[in-house]
Each structure stands twice: as C-alpha cells, then as structure tokens.
C-alpha cells in the first residue's frame, strides 16, 4: 500500500483561521492526506494567512523565502497560500513568490482538493453562490475536549482602520439547523466545550425555526444539547448587543462568564473617527448591564494605539476606561495602516509615540490581568482539563472564566470538567487542587 501524502499546515492570526485550517485539513483528508507537524516531511504545505495587521502579512512572505529550499529539492512539492492575504493579494502572490502553486481565499476553500489536482498555478478568490460548508466533509481533526464553531462569518461594520469587510466580505450567517447538528457531531467526538465563532458573532441572523435566530436564540437551543457543558463566543461588536444575549448570560449554565467585547479606544473622538458608530459612554452602560446580570464576568477588549489624529487626551481617555471597566485581558495593538482602508489615507501619529502608548497601555492591562487572577485565589472554579501538565500528577485546563489552570490530580483525565480550589496565580496561569 503506499504512503499517505503528508500535508502540513501553518495557521497566521485569529480563531476563525484556525477553525478553517482544521475544515481545509478534513477537505484534504478526503483525498488521502494526513497531517504532518513536520514541514520537510510534507507533500504540501499550507499557510493559512492572516492580513489585519501589516506585520501579520509580511510574515507569509519571509515564510515563503524560507521554502525555497524545500521546493527546490522537491518540485513536486505542492504550496498552497490560504486565507486573507490570499483574498487580498491573489494572484499577486505568485507574481512576487512564483513557487506559491495555489492561492485559495475564505469562502472558496472547500475547492481546495480540485485545485490541488489541476495542474499549474490555481487562484480562486471567489465569493461562490455555493455555501462552502455544505461541501466540506465531518468535522475529524479534532483535538481534545474544546473546539471552535464558525456561525458567522464577514463583516459590515468598515470600521475605518480594518482589511476584515474586503477580505472576509459580508455578513453571513449559517443557519440554525447546520450549526445544531455540528454541534452535536462535536459533542458526540467527545468535545463538551464550543467556542461559537464570527467576526460579528453577535450579529448572528441565521435562519431557523420561524426565520431568522439571534445569537441568543442559538445559545439557548445549544444549551440543549446533551454533554455540550461550555459555550463561549467571540468576537462581538458593542452596537450588536440585544437584550436577550445579555440575559442569556445571566440565566444559561453553560454560558461561560467571559465576554470579548472590543472597544479599540476609550477617546469619542476616535471612536467617531474609527467609525465604531458607539460612545464611550454606551460601551461603559453595556458593560453595566451584563455585570448586573452577570457581576463575575470577565471582561476581555482589544484596543489601538496610534490611530491617526489620536492625541494625549484621546490615549489618557483609554486608559481611563480601562481603569473604569477592569479588564480581565485584552489584546492591544499599535495601529497599522492597512491599504485600502480610509485611515490609511490619513497622517500617522509618531511611531515613538504610538510604541510609548503601547507599552504604557501594556503595563496597565498586565496590571489589571494580574489582580484580576489573584482574585481568584481561594476560590473554587470549574476547569476542564485539556491536556497534561509539564510536571507528573498535573493536569492543565481552563476555568469557567478562561484563565489557563495548573491542576495537581494524578488521576486526571483529559475531557473530565473538575471542581478545583485555587491555590496561587503565576503570570500567566493559576495553579490549583482537585476538590471533586
Ligand atoms: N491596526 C491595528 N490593529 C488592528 N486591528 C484591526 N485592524 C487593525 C489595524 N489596521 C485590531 C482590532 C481588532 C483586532 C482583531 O485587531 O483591535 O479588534
Ligand atoms: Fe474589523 Fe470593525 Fe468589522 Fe471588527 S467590527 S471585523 S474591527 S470592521
């Protein structure tokens, strides 16, 4: 019999990318391939790409360059360019690293396996009539007891300083029905925690029983499902959030309390000039809302530094909304002109001033992340665990609020949902004992 052909994947940038890598891995699966962790064992090599920020997307290309050599010895080898960069640059792509035989975008990956097999260069940057989930086979890549869902894809926002809406398109969402028997098949693969995924995941509209669903809705049916114990989603827009999400997170078990609610700047000026269409002041009143049903939550963000025309007062308004919220986590970015975008048409602030924000925005969320873990100590909390820990006896997971678990228990198992005391918090974990 001979070999199966290797493929190895490179996933760049956010969840959905790594959700697509997994259903681009199963398309190639139906083919005969397996993956491999080892790119010079590799019959193709897959780079799932990412575009939101400028160094994000020069990181394919010196990816590329370091190839050379393995396609060199091996032209048969195959090189596929997923993802972002692939729908922004296309064909561009070959033209600058001609090795590259395949440039596939987001929604047309599902003909991955056809391209794969025409001969000569393939570009397909499609925006197809055809849903690209309807013709991808099972979910099997999986890994362990968590897994990411895709339920909405695109974006409709143009907030002025994001590739997302050129390169990912509209707003789509899967239908219910679809959404309900993945989740099942999930569960029924062993996993009990689904991370629902969009770029506007709460603007979730898929269709359903008597039309169109909320996100709400959708979590409340998932609920439903038998052995699914945690949802979580991501990533959410401020002006999208609806009553019945915010309940849901007061009255739905599963509901995990922690909410990645990006906000980018803490200055109304430049949220008008970021087009975010909201206050800071709306954003502060939201945030009251789900602590008042939720007052555990974990709060989570993204923010920019540097936006064009953001000045002192605009970055100390930031770090005032910081300080008001008290963020679990969040994510902070020094701002990146992207081509194509309107901020990129407008004057940049000062690279040294934008990196002195940044580390000063840094410091403060470091800060905040750390109290916030060390509150945690004491208390008891769910953890489910993922895998085991570098020390023996030790299990790692995550909590009910996503921090990262050190769990002494020498007769854990991966997949089990535990009760555990924390003990301590270390930099970027706690560390705990099993206590059911
Ligand atoms: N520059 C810097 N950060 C950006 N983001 C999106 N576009 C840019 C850009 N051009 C950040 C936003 C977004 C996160 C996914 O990436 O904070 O929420
Ligand atoms: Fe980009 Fe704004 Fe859409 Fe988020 S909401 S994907 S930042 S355009």
């Known amino acids: 019999m001979s070999e199966p052909k290797k493929l190895f994947i490179k996933t760049y940038g956010c969840q959905m990318n790594v959700y697509d890598s997994e259903r681009m891995a199963e398309a190639m699966g139906a083919e005969g391939y397996v993956t491999t962790e080892v790119v010079e064992d590799a019959d193709m090599v897959l780079l799932n790409t990412c575009h939101i920020r400028e160094k994000a997307s020069e990181k394919l290309f010196s990816d590329l360059g370091r190839l050379r050599p393995l396609k060199d010895a091996r032209p048969d080898l195959k090189i596929g360019v997923a993802g972002c960069v692939a729908q922004a640059e296309g064909?561009?792509?070959?033209?600058?690293?001609?090795?590259?035989?395949?440039?596939?975008?987001?929604?047309?990956?599902?003909?991955?396996?056809?391209?794969?097999?025409?001969?000569?260069?393939?570009?397909?940057?499609?925006?197809?009539p055809e849903d690209k989930f309807d013709h991808l086979p099972e979910r099997r890549a999986l890994r362990g007891p968590t897994a990411f869902l895709t339920v909405q894809e695109g974006c409709d926002k143009f907030c002025a300083f994001c590739v997302v809406p050129y390169t990912r398109g509209a707003e789509v969402s899967r239908p219910v029905a679809r959404i309900l028997s993945e989740a099942r098949d999930l569960v029924s693969r062993g996993v009990r925690e689904i991370t629902l995924l969009g770029q506007n995941v709460n603007g979730y509209h898929g269709e359903g029983v008597g039309g169109a669903w909320t996100l709400g809705r959708l979590i409340r049916a998932l609920a439903d499902v038998d052995g699914l114990d945690r949802i979580r989603y991501m990533t959410s827009h401020p002006n999208d959030m609806d009553d019945d999400l915010i309940a849901a997170h007061g009255d739905v078990p599963q509901l995990m309390p922690y909410l990645h609610l990006p906000v980018q700047s803490g200055s109304d000026a430049v949220l008008k000039a970021m087009n975010r269409k909201h206050t800071r002041d709306q954003y502060l009143r939201l945030i009251d809302r789900f602590r008042s049903v939720r007052p555990d939550l974990l709060l989570s963000s993204d923010f920019i530094v540097g936006f064009p025309g953001e000045s002192d007062a605009d970055f100390f308004d930031t770090l005032?909304?910081?300080?008001?919220?008290?963020?679990?986590?969040?994510?902070?970015?020094?701002?990146?002109?992207?081509?194509?975008?309107?901020?990129?048409?407008?004057?940049?602030?000062?690279?040294?001033?934008?990196?002195?924000?940044?580390?000063?925005?840094?410091?403060?969320?470091?800060?905040?992340?750390?109290?916030?873990?060390?509150?945690?100590?004491?208390?008891?909390?769910?953890?489910?665990?993922?895998?085991?820990?570098?020390q023996p006896g030790q299990m790692v997971g995550k909590s009910d609020h996503l921090h990262a678990v050190h769990v002494d228990d020498p007769v854990g198992k991966v997949g089990e949902l535990v009760r555990v005391r924390v003990l301590a918090s270390g930099s970027n974990s706690l560390s705990a004992v099993r206590i059911s």
């Open 320 to 390: 005032d909304l910081i300080r008001q919220v008290g963020f679990g986590q969040a994510f902070t970015f020094k701002y990146s002109a992207r081509p194509g975008t309107p901020a990129a048409e407008k004057a940049p602030v000062e690279a040294a001033v934008a990196d002195e924000r940044l580390q000063v925005l840094q410091t403060l969320i470091t800060e905040q992340q750390r109290a916030g873990q060390q509150a945690m100590v004491g208390r008891d909390v769910g953890v489910l665990y993922e895998k085991s820990g570098r």
């Open 91 to 128: 064909a561009e792509i070959q033209r600058r690293m001609p090795l590259v035989d395949i440039v596939v975008g987001p929604q047309a990956y599902h003909r991955l396996p056809a391209l794969v097999r025409a001969k000569g260069p393939q570009v397909d940057t499609d925006f197809p």
